[in-house]
């Protein structure tokens, strides 16, 4: 009597458009034949997402895996049939393979700047997520549409996971306005925030409190100049 093999279960998966699966382990086995003789092949039931050439099988032992290719562009779901044979008998098992549409990541709201010449903005907090994307996995890059002004080196960028930072260092005197464009991408799709960053000397700062508005009551400080006005007598102001 020759005993049928038998597949190990299979959790279903998902994956994202167009991305092929991480290996996928599982395990055969017959008590009446040496796992390296068993013979395990797959089927797709929806070729036109996944077709029966697109699903690799390696091992030769009782640990076997598989990794499965999409076809670009296409998504949805998909029952993969795995049968192992012993060249008399079959075993079986299936799983559900979805496969999700990719969304863009998202990068949060980042408000515009002043900062003086020969200093920077200090850190600028925002935030990057994706749905199908780790946190982690999401790469953040900025460039300056002034590249005179601030040049793409002079914009820092740190942090991990969804909390990220900019810091922008602006060379000595320059003064003047730039716009500066934030990208996040999950390597196909991405996202950009820009945000105006407005650079004064720092005469110019001081002077801003002059067009400020006091509260009733309270006292301004503003930096005066006294230029000495000599006249024909000799005598000065």
């Known amino acids: 009597l020759d005993d049928s093999p038998v597949i190990s279960p299979i959790p279903d998966k998902s994956t994202t458009i167009g991305v092929a699966t991480a290996p996928i382990s599982f395990d055969v086995f017959d008590p009446d034949t040496p796992s390296g003789s068993l013979t395990v092949t797959a089927q797709s039931s929806n070729t036109t997402l996944v077709p029966n050439a697109n699903i690799g099988i390696a091992g030769n032992g009782s640990t076997r895996s598989l990794v499965i290719a999409p076809v670009p562009a296409q998504s949805g779901t998909t029952t993969i049939l795995l049968t192992v044979s012993d060249g ?109 960053v407005n650079v004064t000397s720092a005469a110019e700062r001081q002077l801003r409190v002059v067009g400020s508005t006091a509260a009733a009551g309270s006292q301004v400080t503003v930096p005066i100049e006294l230029v000495s006005l000599g006249n024909e007598n000799g005598l000065g102001f």
Request: net charge negative.
């Open 88 to 196: 008399v008998s079959t075993g079986s098992q299936s799983f559900v393979l979805n496969v999700i549409p990719n969304s863009p990541p998202t990068i949060s709201e980042i408000s515009d700047r002043v900062v003086t010449s020969g200093t920077s903005t200090g850190p600028i907090p925002f935030s990057v997520n994706d749905l199908e994307t780790s946190a982690n996995g999401l790469t953040v890059t900025a460039i300056s549409l002034d590249a005179e002004l601030i040049p793409a080196a002079n914009i820092l960028l740190s942090g991990t996971g969804s909390v990220r930072t900019a810091t922008v260092y602006v060379p000595p005197g320059k003064t003047g306005t730039t716009t500066l464009v934030v990208t996040v991408s999950d390597g196909s799709l991405s996202a950009c925030e820009s945000f105006v």
